[in-house]
């Protein structure tokens, strides 16, 4: 009985406390390397990455996209403004002097040409200025002209195609002023226009 108790007193204090002693490190390690199998033929998998294409840009948001659509409906009102005064010009000049063709003055001038807005300037001011010069010196010159024809019938039909153009010659001149600038506008819109659409169209082909 008292070697018993000598024996459990030179046994180490864990021991005796019936705990297990910890395992040393190079011996867990040992055993981890063990159980976990590496297989070294199988890549790692690569962190995902979102590449983008050479020369691709990534789409923003318009911020501006609102200012951009106001503009844009502020110039196809303008357009529309312009072809409308064009028509509206147009007309009325064309209708003021096509009167005196009707009942017969030859003294009255060719409708102009209109390509552009620069022509359109042109054409209106010499518009302006015939259509008074003519109305004008028509009142004399028709007349004389009449008489020297065709006698006191002459005179009468002179009289009384003066006074028309009197009347309806300035008037054309006056809505020609108006109107061919913004006509020669609409039409310098019109054309650049076309081609932009013709370089749009070859450069897509």
């Not at 008292?2 to 055993?31: C, D, F, I, M, V």
């Not at 022509?119 to 007349?143: E, H, M, N, R, W």
């Amino acid at each position: 009985m008292t070697q018993t108790t000598e024996e459990q007193s030179q046994a180490p204090a864990g021991t005796a406390a019936g705990l297990p002693q910890p395992e040393p490190q190079e011996e867990k390690n040992a055993q981890l390397n063990d159980k976990t199998v590496v297989n070294e033929d199988v890549p790692a998998p690569e962190p995902a990455v979102v590449r983008q294409a050479a020369g691709e840009r990534k789409p923003r948001r318009g911020f501006c996209s609102p200012i951009l659509i106001f503009f844009s409906a502020l110039g196809s009102l303008f357009a529309g403004m312009v072809s409308l005064s064009a028509t509206a010009g147009q007309g009325m000049s064309k209708f003021y002097w096509h009167i005196p063709v009707l009942y017969g003055d030859k003294t009255t001038r060719e409708w102009p040409e209109i390509t552009g807005f620069k022509s359109g300037c042109a054409a209106g001011g010499k518009s302006l200025l015939y259509g008074f010069y003519d109305g004008i010196t028509g009142v004399v010159v028709l007349p004389y002209k009449g008489a020297k024809g065709a006698g006191i019938k002459g005179l009468g039909i002179g009289i009384l195609h003066g006074l028309g153009g009197l009347l309806f010659k300035p008037l054309s001149g006056i809505w020609a002023f108006i109107g061919h600038p913004i006509y020669g506008l609409h039409k310098h819109i019109s054309n650049r226009k076309a081609s932009d659409q013709q370089g749009n169209l070859s450069s897509a082909v």
